[in-house]
C-alpha cells in the first residue's frame, strides 16, 4: 500500500488580518478538492500552533464537511506536518479511503508584532523568544568558524529570490548580501531579512491510497520524532541531531538517500536554521552548510535546490500551516506545475520541518517526509 | 490483533492552580508507567483544549520522554478521549508497541472563574457559554415534558452520591433534590450543583497489543465523529445524533448492544447532558432519560450505574484531562480495584464524550469506546 496525494491548495501567504481563519481554509480547502477531483473526505487533521479550540470545525462546517472525525494536531512549527504524517498513517492502516490535512494559523490578529515568550518556559521567562535561540546557534557557528556573516546572509538572498516566482509568497526580491546585513538586527547575528515574518494562511492536501492517476503523488517515506534531551554543551546546535535521526527514519523507509533526492522545502524560519538543516539531511557535512550555499548547489538551477517556493523566509510562515504549505509546494514542482520557479526535472522531493523552543530538549518535534519518484 | 490498556493513573481532580502542567501530568504518567509495569513508551498522544503550544512536550521531557513522537490534540471537551482513540488505531496499525495517552488542562490558573466566551463563535459573540448552550437543550426538554426540574436534580444528587466513594473526585457529597434546584442559578434551569466545576487535572494511560496479563483491559471498540449540521430547528437538542450515531460505530465494532454494558462513564458535564446521552447511548428512548435516571436504573446499586466515578459534575471535568479520566476509571472499575465505588461484575463499560460549542453542528466532536469484556 501507498498512500498519495491527491490534490492541494492554498490561500496567499500574507499579514491578511481581515480575513478569518475559515476563509483562509475554505480557500486552500476548496482548492485542493478541485484539484484532487473529490468531493467529499472521511476524516480531516488539521495542523495549528495558536488555532482557538474548535477552529477546525469553525472552518470547516461551512464547507459542509461535517459529520467525520476531525481533529486538530499541535506540534510547535511541526504541526503541519504532523497532520500529514498522521493522516498518511491512517491511509496506510486503511481507516480511511481520503483524508483532508489542513494547516492554519491567523498570527496577526493574534500577535501584531511578535509572538509573545511562553512564560511557563525558562526561556520565555527570560525574554528568549525564537529569534533569540536561532541566533544562539548562529553565535556558535560563527564562533567555531562553521560559517560566515555572508554566508548565513546568501540563504536569505537565495530564498527572497526563488520567492519571486511564487506568486503566493508573502515577500520576495533581489537582495545583495549587504543589504541582507544592513537590514535592523534582530537577534545578533540575525537581521530582520534572515527572520521569517509573521503571515497569516491556509493550506490543504487530500490523501488517499493509489488511485491509478498519473498526476498523483506518492508519499514514499515519512517520519516524526521529538527531541532528545539537549543543552548547550551538545555536541551540536539545536535540532540538528533532531532533524538528523529523523531524516534517517524517512530515507530508510523511502530507500533513498539525500543524494537521490531532487530538492528540499525546509524550515529556514531563520538563515541558519537552513544551513544546520541542510547538514543535517545529509546535504553537507556538520560545517559545511555555508559553503553549500555559498556554492550555489542549493540554489534554482543548481543541483539541489532548497526552498524554491522561497521558504519560511519569503513564502511565509503561518505556523501550524507551513508543513502543509511545504506539501503543496512539492506536489506542484513534481508535477512541474511550478511555473517561475519550476526546479528542472524535479522527481523526488523532501519536506523538513522543525520546531519548538522548550527548555532541555532538542526541538518539541520534527516531520521528514520523502515524496515522488 | 487487539488494543489492551495496559495501565492508568491521574492526579486528583480539584482546583489546584499552584500546580503546573508538568507536574499533574508527571503524577498521572508515573502512576500509569508503574501500573502498566513499563518503563519506556513508543510515542504520546496528549489531549488538552487551553493548553499552551509544546505543553505536551514540556511536561515530559522531565520525565525523560523524549525522542518518540509526541502530539497534542484537541477536540473540544473530546479531547482526552480522541487522543486515546488515535492511540488504540496506531497500536492497531502495528505502528507502535506501547503508545502513552494523556489529557492535561490546567483551568482555574487561565480562567479563574469562568472559560471567557471563543468571541469568533456566533454564540460566543452573544454571550452564549457552554452553560447557555445546555440550558438551552434542558428548557426544550422541559417544554416538551420530556424531563422535569427534579429529574434533573437526581443526576446531580445521583454523581455526587457516587463520587463519595472517589478519593479523586473534585467534589462529593449528600445532596437532596431541593438543595441542588436551590443552589444558585446559572443558566436557568441550570442551578449551581448542576453544572460541573472548573478543575484542573492530568491522566494517563499505557496501551499496547494483547501481551497475556489477564489485568490488562481491551478495547473492543472506540468511534470518533464530528458534528453533522444543526440548529434549533432539528429533530434533537444539540448532540443526541452525533452521540447516537458515535455510539452505533462503537457498539458494532463491539458487536454489543447497550444492553451488554455494565456502567458507563459520560459526558454530564451538565445534568442535562447526562439525560440526552444516556438516551442517545440508547438505555432509553428519547425523552425517557429524566425516568430512567429517577427509577434508579443508572445509580450505583442499579443495573447499569452512570459515572460511578462521580462524573464531569463531580469527580471534575479538566477538559482534555477528562476523556483520559474516563479510561482511568473504567479500568479501576474492570479490574475491580474501584474501591467504595465498585459496580458489582462489571465486565464491560463505555465511556462517551461529546463536546463544542461550534454553531450550526451538532457538536465539535464525540468519542464513544467500549472496553472489557
Redesign the interface.
Known amino acids: 500500500m501507498t498512500a498519495v496525494v491527491y490534490g492541494v491548495g492554498s490561500s496567499p501567504y500574507a499579514k491578511q488580518p481581515e480575513r478569518?481563519?475559515a476563509d483562509l481554509v475554505a480557500e486552500a480547502v476548496l482548492e485542493a478538492l478541485t484539484d484532487a477531483d473529490v468531493t467529499s473526505v472521511d476524516a480531516v487533521y488539521v495542523g495549528t500552533?495558536?488555532g482557538?479550540?474548535?477552529?477546525?470545525?469553525?472552518s470547516?462546517?461551512?464547507l459542509?464537511i461535517?459529520?467525520?472525525?476531525?481533529?486538530?494536531?499541535?506540534?510547535?512549527c511541526a504541526s503541519g506536518t504532523?497532520a500529514f504524517h498522521?493522516a498518511r498513517?491512517?491511509i496506510?492502516?486503511g481507516?480511511y479511503e481520503r483524508v483532508l490535512v489542513v494547516g492554519i494559523e491567523t498570527m496577526t490578529a493574534r500577535f501584531g508584532g511578535a509572538i509573545h515568550p511562553?512564560l511557563?518556559?525558562a526561556e520565555g521567562r527570560q525574554g528568549l523568544a525564537l529569534p533569540s535561540l536561532y541566533a544562539m546557534a548562529a553565535t556558535r557557528y560563527l564562533r567555531d568558524g562553521a560559517v560566515t556573516r555572508e554566508q548565513l546572509a546568501l540563504v536569505s538572498v537565495k530564498n527572497h529570490r526563488h520567492a519571486i516566482g511564487n506568486p503566493r509568497a508573502h515577500y520576495s526580491g533581489e537582495y545583495t548580501v549587504e543589504e541582507v546585513l544592513g537590514s535592523r538586527m534582530i537577534a545578533d547575528p540575525l537581521t530582520l531579512l534572515q527572520c521569517c515574518p509573521i503571515s497569516d494562511g491556509a493550506a490543504a492536501a487530500v490523501l488517499g491510497p493509489r488511485r491509478g492517476v498519473s498526476r498523483d503523488v506518492p508519499i514514499r517515506g515519512s517520519a516524526?520524532?521529538?527531541?532528545?534531551?539537549w543543552d548547550h554543551r551538545s555536541s551540536h546546535v539545536w535540532g540538528y541531531q533532531l532533524v538528523r535521526?529523523t531524516a534517517a527514519l524517512a530515507y530508510e523507509e523511502a530507500g533513498i538517500g539525500p543524494e537521490d533526492v531532487d530538492f528540499f522545502e525546509v524550515h529556514d524560519a531563520f538563515t541558519i536554521g537552513e544551513i544546520v538543516t541542510t547538514e543535517a539531511l545529509g546535504l553537507a557535512e556538520a560545517g559545511g552548510g555555508g559553503a553549500l550555499v555559498e556554492s550555489g548547489h542549493t540554489s534554482l538551477g543548481g543541483a539541489q535546490p532548497v526552498n524554491p517556493s522561497g521558504g519560511l523566509l519569503s513564502r511565509g510562515h503561518p505556523l501550524g500551516c507551513t508543513g502543509v504549505a511545504q506539501v503543496a509546494e512539492v506536489v506542484w514542482q513534481l508535477r512541474g506545475e511550478a511555473g517561475g520557479r519550476q526546479v528542472g526535472g524535479a522527481r523526488v522531493g523532501v519536506i523538513e520541518t522543525m520546531g519548538?523552543?522548550?527548555?532541555?530538549?532538542d526541538g518539541?518535534?520534527a516531520v521528514v517526509a520523502v515524496l515522488g519518484g
Request: hydrophobic share 45%; proline share 6%.
Open positions: 478569518s481563519a500552533v495558536f482557538a479550540p474548535g477552529v477546525a470545525q469553525r470547516l462546517h461551512p459542509g461535517v459529520d467525520v472525525p476531525v481533529l486538530a494536531i499541535e506540534n510547535a504532523s498522521e498513517a491512517a496506510l492502516a481507516r511562553e511557563t518556559d516524526l520524532r521529538s527531541g532528545g534531551l535521526d519548538g523552543g522548550v527548555s532541555g530538549i518539541n518535534g
